[in-house]
């Protein structure tokens, strides 16, 4: 039988990794968790130094407050996951869940992007496993990518073909990322895609890559499971050429 504790805990990490509290929020306080929960004072205490413990929470003057997860930059051009799992000990792969097509981008992308006029672009959607010997498949992430640069009928049919193909690679520009990372509830789909139980966040990537003049080539919406924020500081001159 799970710990009073334990199930205040699990509570209160669900709704800090959705976001509830925000990135650097303060949660309610000691007095305020007693009456809501209806436990004891030292049910609800030992339940904050789980959280605590794990670094998501801080305590400060008395109150505590949700940890701003921890910035890593990137100096380097990091291979998409799935393009790593296949080169290193791990494998895995990335499948396409539909087919890829030429359509006009949505009218949400488009507003967020600051688009005025009408866009087509070429869609992917994806998801990403990592295969374990003796454990089977474990989903990492789904993905949709928006290209905006021009793509060759072969080029998608070759995306349609090898889902880990990455036509950027192919680019002979200097290109630039910038990504926005939030945690967030799953749709029905990623719950079954993910495999993940309702109600547990996951975390939602937006990336947009553009070229040495500002020009969008691609925008891709990633949604996987940990908690943290990357931040690249570099342009793409030192990706592979292959």
């Known amino acids: 039988m799970e710990k009073k504790y334990t199930a205040l805990a699990n509570d209160l990490r669900r709704d800090i990794l959705a976001g509830k509290y925000g990135t650097e929020g303060g949660l309610p306080g000691l007095e305020e968790l007693v009456r809501r929960s209806g436990l004891a004072r030292n049910t609800v205490k030992s339940a904050l130094s789980t959280l605590e413990a794990e670094k998501l929470i801080i305590e400060r003057d008395r109150n505590y407050f949700v940890n701003p997860p921890v910035v890593t930059t990137m100096t380097q051009y990091t291979l998409p996951i799935a393009i790593r799992m296949q080169k290193y000990s791990r494998m895995g792969e990335i499948r396409n869940t539909g087919e890829v097509r030429r359509l ?42 928006y290209y905006f640069m021009p793509l060759t009928d072969e080029q998608v049919q070759r995306m349609q073909d090898h889902a880990s193909y990455d036509v950027l690679l192919e680019s002979p520009e200097d290109l630039v990322r910038r990504d926005e990372m939030f945690p967030r509830l799953p749709t029905n789909e990623e ?3 993910l495999r993940v139980p309702p109600g547990m966040p996951v975390l939602n990537m937006l990336s947009t890559v553009f070229d040495e003049d500002g020009n969008i080539l691609l925008f891709q919406d990633v949604t996987r499971i940990p908690r943290a924020v990357l931040e690249y500081r570099y342009s793409f001159k030192n990706r592979p050429k292959s």
Not at 113 to 134: F, T
């Open 191 to 193: 719950i079954a895609l």
């Open 104 to 145: 006009r981008l949505p009218a949400h992308l488009a507003e967020k992007l600051g688009l005025q006029q009408p866009v087509r672009v070429v869609l992917q959607e994806c998801v990403s496993v990592e295969i374990v010997e003796g454990t089977g498949e474990t989903p990492m992430q789904v993905a949709q990518y």
